[in-house]
């Protein structure tokens, strides 16, 4: 098989540096998950079935940040295409996980470098509302940038 671009053929699908540096810290701080699992829609990065959380760590290149993504100068219609598509899935993913009554959180790239503590925090913060049966709203969890794009009046019709 040939390769055509060096960088792309380098580009992991899981265990990115990302990935790694949130699980290392809520394994540190003693939360128990499931990885990458394939068992659920989307594969989420990190899900927790007991309680009905999934994770997912979006990179702001694959999933189109709105702030981050640059548009390639070369191919640029499979680039846009590609793209939208995999940001149609987001949707799709997050929709099935609302209407299965699952909380779902989503953290851009970026909020993990820049604001890490932050997105631990709001993990755990989750995890432990609803393993104490506290229950959430898992709406409010949804991004911004999905929310234009789902009907949440009743997105499982």
Partial sequence: MVVKNKNLSKVHGKD?????KVRKELWHRGL???K?????????????PSIKLVIFLDSCFWHGCPT??????SNVEFWRNKI?????????QTEHYLCEEWTILRFWEHEVNKDFNRVIEE?????????GHHGIDAESEVEEFLEQDI????PCD
């Fill in 16 to 20: 990115t540096k990302m990935e790694v």
């Fill in 32 to 34: 128990r998950y499931r």
């Fill in 36 to 48: 990458n699992y394939r068992k659920l829609l989307g594969t989420p990065d990190i899900a927790f």
């Fill in 68 to 73: 981050h993504y640059k548009e390639p100068k």
């Fill in 84 to 92: 939208k598509r995999n940001r149609e899935r987001d949707k799709e």
């Fill in 123 to 131: 993990i755990i913060k989750t995890h432990t509302e609803l393993s």
């Fill in 151 to 154: 009907d949440f009046g009743n």
